[in-house]
């Protein structure tokens, strides 16, 4: 009889069978402390290097990186993020994505404090928003000693949040208590603005413009359908640069097929386009037209790049054809 340890191998093994670890497709971005996205980030030169050179200012400068759902602007993002923690170890870089119901000087405040971990007032403040750090804890349970029933009394009273009044300046606090452990500056990437609606955001950015023009470096994504076609006609000026990110070209899109393949492949890496062995377990016919009909969209690219190797595991097959 099959069991479903069995099931299990037989999975793996229609997988192993394609050469593959893993599917490498994924429509999510992937993690900014993984190299995973070293090796899979393709393109996009022309832009980084846009990006770069906001960044040999001594100035600290405000970017918005805007673009179609899908086009790529969260892995932008983070690979921006990524490079700038190699070479500028002296900067602070910060990610988050707009949380539901907060105004942008909180969530940059919450972006900063999460990232200064032997900061006690930053750690402090988290704890007050209710998002609990070992630090506090350590210290509270110190300081109540053994008695289980007052821990659990302190807990209750302290976890209620507490949000700053003056988030723009707590901010401010925040940025120049970094300034001795970074002084290359602070950057906050706040990512996902188009989640909310066009006339929210439109508020947001008004009321965040003092935050804006403070001391920090700024990235934020919007898609130019919501609030970033707003932003770019009534904000103009708020931003030393917007940056559009476009469909890949088809050159660019098999590169990136070469390259999410091998980091999952098992016994070959190679990356040379003119190697047919680096798309394997396709055909280059079939990965040209599999380029072809991912029309340069990233996130299609990764949803179709699934459906047919999960399609091509299921079937048994080794090698996929168009
Ligand atoms: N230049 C790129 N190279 C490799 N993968 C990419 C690239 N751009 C986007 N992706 C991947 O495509 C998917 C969708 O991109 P994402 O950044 O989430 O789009 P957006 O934020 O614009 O909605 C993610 O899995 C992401 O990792
Ligand atoms: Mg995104």
């Known amino acids: 009889m099959t069991t479903a340890d069995d099931l299990f191998d037989q999975s793996q093994g229609n ?43 001594r100035e600290r400068r405000r970017i918005l990186v805007y673009g179609r759902i899908g086009i790529g602007k969260s892995a932008f993002l983070l690979e921006v993020l ?5 070479k500028r170890p002296k900067m602070l870089t910060t990610y988050i994505s707009l949380p539901a119901g907060l105004d942008l000087a909180t969530t940059a405040l919450l972006a900063v404090a999460k990232e200064m971990d032997d900061d006690y007032w930053a750690q402090r403040y988290l704890y007050q928003l209710g998002i609990p750090t070992s630090k506090i804890l350590k210290e509270r349970s110190s300081k109540v000693g053994g008695n289980a029933l007052i821990t659990a009394e302190t807990s ?9 009044q003056y988030p723009t300046v707590s901010l401010n606090i925040l940025l120049e208590r970094a300034q001795d452990k970074y002084p290359d500056g602070v950057v906050i990437a706040i990512d996902d603005l188009d989640k909310r ?9 008004h009321d965040a413009q003092g935050m804006l023009k403070g001391d920090a470096w700024f990235m934020l994504t919007g898609h130019p359908m919501g609030i970033t076609g707003d932003l770019l006609t009534s904000e103009r000026g708020l931003f030393d640069l917007q940056l559009k ?16 393949l091998s980091s999952a492949r098992l016994d070959n890496d190679c990356t040379d386009p ?27 690219f990764n949803r179709l790049g699934n459906t047919v190797l999960s399609k091509a ?8 054809t168009p």
Do not use: H
Request: hydrophobic share 35%.
């Open 313 to 320: 595991a299921d079937s048994e097959v080794d090698l996929i």
């Open 245 to 260: 990110l476009d469909e890949l070209d088809q050159p660019t899109t098999y590169k990136m097929l070469i390259n999410y």
């Open 156 to 164: 209750e009273k302290d976890m209620e949040p507490v949000t700053s």
């Open 274 to 300: 003119q190697d047919p062995r680096c798309v394997l377990p396709f055909t280059p016919e079939a990965a040209a037209e599999f380029c072809r009909v991912s029309l340069g969209k990233p996130r299609l």
């Open 197 to 205: 609606n066009p006339s929210e955001v439109r508020q947001m950015m």
């Open 15 to 57: 997988i192993q069978r394609l050469d593959l670890r893993e599917i490498p497709f994924t429509e999510s971005p992937i993690d900014l402390e993984s190299e995973t996205l070293q090796r899979i980030f393709t393109g996009r030169q022309g832009e980084l290097l846009q990006v770069f050179n906001q960044f040999q200012s």
């Open 82 to 86: 990524s490079v700038l923690r190699r």
